[in-house]
């Protein structure tokens, strides 16, 4: 999976800190002005867009935090383009695997 922004786990972070649903926060930028879907947010925050820099002032002004806070922190000392490097490595999903469920015994049902 390659990632295509580095503010969507800011984001995430700062949306579930404010105690707000992916749904909320695109009621609140539709609100604001910027055409948002709970699906769009989730894109966002899972890395699987780019965002605009448009869309990160509405995002930023929405969450009520400097457009700066969107970023990742990256040290003064630390070289720039390690740091960003770092950022870009595909992690692991945070999304839940389905799980196979466990063939009863007894009786089953058929699928027609």
């Given amino acids: 999976m390659k990632i295509l922004n580095l503010v969507g786990p800011r984001i995430r972070r700062i949306r579930v800190g404010k105690r707000w649903s992916q749904k909320r926060l695109a009621e609140a930028l539709q609100r604001a002005g910027l055409d948002k879907s709970r699906e769009a947010v ?62 009863r015994s007894g009786r089953r049902r058929l699928r027609h």
């Fill in 42 to 103: 989730a894109r966002i925050e899972a890395q699987l867009v780019y965002v605009y820099d448009f869309q990160l002032l509405f995002i930023a002004r929405v969450l009520g935090v400097p457009l700066l806070e969107l970023y990742p922190n990256i040290g003064a000392e630390d070289d720039l383009y390690d740091s960003v490097t770092e950022l870009r490595k595909p992690r692991k999903s945070a999304a839940p695997t389905r799980r196979r469920r466990k063939a």
